[in-house]
């Protein structure tokens, strides 16, 4: 498979997705919320032996993927290039790819968020994606309620465990995650982080875990910003352990 036929997959889904969330939660598209986040095909994605798809918790911000400057939640083309020119500009990546050649060059981030994903895309090829896919449009707290996690993530299309299934990664890094969005998501994973509900913690307390469930390593960390205020435990350096542990010797680069 070739990079091009797993962007048509993509879009194919996202358009399913939409019209989903038309029919059944158009509340969503509305001037509160951000644009969906469409996830891109990363360059030299399908010769990679190490795909590695970063998940955040939700986007972020005013803009809303384009969303401030009336681009519609119906421009997945567009908002897939914005999500290149993001992640090809923080990686610090060639922007010159044919899937997406419009690409606009955006100013370094230096967050704890885009620290951490340079320091992980030594290991292998990366993807960028977010459980929350919408995010409430805020300048400071942007994620939604329990109660819109639970609407958003209640349609019948599951897009984040759509997504996995389409880009195949062999690795899966959470940047922090919604026990309620992952229960609905990847109930397999849930199960494992959460064996007795949500108010269970003990699996993932002050800890980064690893399962390997269906051919996938996936691992749950928390986000960026607390892990690097975290000094004594020093956070940051066990994802990225937990990460190289998982990952052959042979694959990965300097750090």
């Not at 051919?215 to 928390?222: F, L, Q, R």
């Not at 607390?226 to 020093?234: A, D, P, S, T, V």
Request: net charge negative; glycine share 6%; hydrophobic share 35%.
């Amino acid at each position: 498979m070739l990079e091009k036929d797993i962007d048509l997959q993509l879009k194919e889904l996202y358009e399913k997705w939409l019209d989903e969330v038309k029919e059944k939660i158009p509340e969503f598209l509305g001037d509160k919320y951000s644009n969906p986040y469409y996830t891109c095909v990363p360059q030299n994605w399908c010769s990679s032996s190490v795909r590695i798809l970063i998940v955040g918790e939700e986007g972020n911000g005013v803009w809303g993927r384009g969303k401030r400057d009336g681009v519609s939640a119906d421009k997945i083309d567009q908002i897939q290039t914005f999500c290149w020119s993001s992640l090809s500009s923080y990686l610090h990546l060639n922007v010159g790819y044919d899937l997406y050649p419009n690409a606009e060059v955006f100013s370094d981030n230096r967050s704890p968020f885009w620290n951490r994903a340079r320091r992980i895309q030594h290991y292998g090829t990366c993807a960028w994606t977010n459980q929350d896919t919408i995010h409430v449009k805020a300048k400071r707290k942007c994620s939604l309620s329990a109660e819109e996690r639970r609407r958003l993530h209640s349609i019948d299309i599951k897009l984040l465990s759509q997504e996995i299934e389409i880009l195949k990664p062999t690795h899966v890094v959470l940047f922090g995650w919604y026990g309620l969005s992952i229960q609905m998501e990847l109930p397999k994973l849930y199960e494992e982080l959460y064996p007795n509900g949500l108010d269970d913690n003990h699996i993932w307390k002050n800890d980064v875990v690893h399962r390997e469930i269906d051919g996938i390593h996936y691992i749950a960390s928390y986000h960026p910003n607390w892990g690097i205020r975290q000094k004594k435990m020093n956070y940051e350096a066990m994802v990225i352990k937990v990460l190289a542990e998982c990952v052959p010797s042979n694959q990965q680069g300097d750090d």
